[in-house]
């Protein structure tokens, strides 16, 4: 049962030993989600919080899914499902890689308990790698800039971070085209 294997994902110790700040799981989901997001890992503020997207990053994801808080945090319309649940420290130019345990432990047991997943939003070249393999580009500008080649089961993004700022001006066609289309799909889903 879906709330029985979240309890047991927030539990979790398995990588404990190699997080600053300890393990604190972050997952939301509802055997009928209609959407999965597919992200990196909770930031430090999220791990602060208990919750994930609650920082810069999910204000700007919540823009681009053009949606509210409300809409983005019941899990009937958006399982939240990271590559790694919880916050993998600080490296040189933003948060490490999720750890690598994650994702082979809990994501099959997830998909399993899933009934109505309408589409999939992959955010991030981690979560992309994973779950498109040898279908994802050389690079992640590629990747989101060929997103109706993974349409209808997958939308492709790239980390909403402010730190993606530059990515965002140096690419405008991601606003004025991928995120239009995004928005149109998520308002027909929910």
Request: net charge positive; charged share 25%; glycine share 6%.
């Given at each position: ?42 930031g430090r503020v ?54 690598p345990e994650c ?88």
């Amino acid at each position: 049962m879906m709330q029985d294997l979240l309890l047991e994902i927030r539990q979790c110790r398995i990588c404990e030993a190699h997080l600053p700040l300890g393990a604190r799981p972050i997952s939301e989901a509802h055997k009928n989600s209609k959407i999965v997001l597919l992200s990196q890992a909770p930031g430090r503020v999220a791990h602060q919080k208990g919750i994930a997207w609650m920082d810069a990053s999910g204000k700007r994801l919540r823009e681009w899914l053009g949606v509210d808080e409300d809409t983005f945090y019941n899990p009937q319309n958006f399982a939240i499902m990271p590559m790694g649940f919880c916050y993998p420290g600080k490296g040189k130019s933003g948060d490490l890689p999720p750890r690598p345990e994650c994702a082979p432990t809990w994501h099959d047991l997830l998909w399993q308990e899933f009934k109505n997943v309408e589409l999939v939003i992959l955010i991030g070249a981690y979560a992309q790698k994973q779950y498109l393999k040898e279908q994802a580009k050389r690079t992640l500008t590629e990747t989101v800039a060929n997103y109706n080649n993974y349409l209808p089961k997958y939308f492709v993004l790239p980390h909403p971070s402010p730190r993606n700022r530059f990515w965002l001006t140096k690419n405008p066609w991601f606003e004025e085209e991928v995120l239009l289309e995004l928005k149109m799909k998520i308002n027909t889903i929910l």
